[in-house]
């Protein structure tokens, strides 16, 4: 399958380091031209915790290339801890990020997409948003949120030709989430929750998020898209892996 992205143009945010940096690269390799957005450390700055930053850089992607084919809302935070200790601080924090931050480039880009009659918005979820843990309350909250401003962004633009969608990871571990950092035993009790028993790389999501920016992805839209590597997909997955040993 020829995907042919080549000169869309991309906006990715988060795009200075982990998943997001991955994301940009795959993109750069489908001869995209790509627009890194992050707090620091990418060409064009931009906090999507507020308003006029958001705006200024959408504004300036669209003065230096004329339109918006593809948005990836990859910026996220991560909050562990029971609700009774959660503070309103970061709790309002993981809300700011995950859920304000997505709907805010979104209301951004939508008017220039329904313009052009074309575009591609891919929102990131988590596993989260699916089967939440323990301690993750703020996190999966903010998640399952991205998730149904997904599905109501996706009929309110269906008519001008702009699909979007939301794509659950799994574990890949980053600075954010300390997986490979874990003692073995914890690191272990982790991995047995998935069918395919291993880590998860950018890699692994770049492909379904290429297809989706994609022509071949055109009656694809309101979707969840589930990409943990079978996580939970049975009871205890482990068990195939402790009978394949045997």
Not at 117 to 128: E, L, M, T
């Amino acid at each position: 399958m020829h995907l042919d992205l080549s000169d869309r143009v991309v906006l990715v945010t988060g795009a200075g380091s982990g998943i997001g940096a991955g994301i940009v690269i795959a993109f750069d390799e489908e001869g995209c031209r790509v627009v890194r957005l992050d707090v620091a450390g990418t060409d064009t700055v931009c906090d999507v915790t507020d308003t006029a930053s958001v705006r200024a850089a959408v504004a300036a992607a669209v003065e230096q290339h004329g339109r918006i084919d593809v948005l990836v809302n990859n910026a996220g935070v991560l909050v562990d801890g029971a609700v009774e200790d959660t503070a309103d601080e970061a709790w309002e924090r993981t809300f700011a990020v995950n859920v304000h931050g997505v709907f805010r480039m979104c209301r951004e880009v939508a008017p220039v997409m329904r313009a052009q009659g074309s575009g591609r918005i891919i929102n990131a979820a988590s596993f989260a948003a699916i089967v939440p843990s323990v301690g993750s309350a703020a996190y999966a909250a903010s998640k399952a949120a991205v998730v149904q401003l997904t599905r109501v962004l996706a009929s309110e633009l269906g008519p001008y030709g702009v699909t979007v969608n939301a794509y659950a990871p799994g574990m890949v571990p980053t600075a954010m989430n300390g997986f490979a950092e874990l003692p073995e035993d914890a690191q272990d009790r982790l991995l047995d929750t998935l069918s395919i028993r291993r880590w998860q790389t950018p890699e692994d999501l770049t492909g379904l998020l290429r297809f989706l920016a994609s022509d071949q992805a055109g009656y694809i839209t309101g979707a969840l898209l589930d990409v943990s590597g079978g996580k939970l997909a049975t009871q205890i997955p482990a068990k195939a892996y402790e009978s394949a040993r045997s």
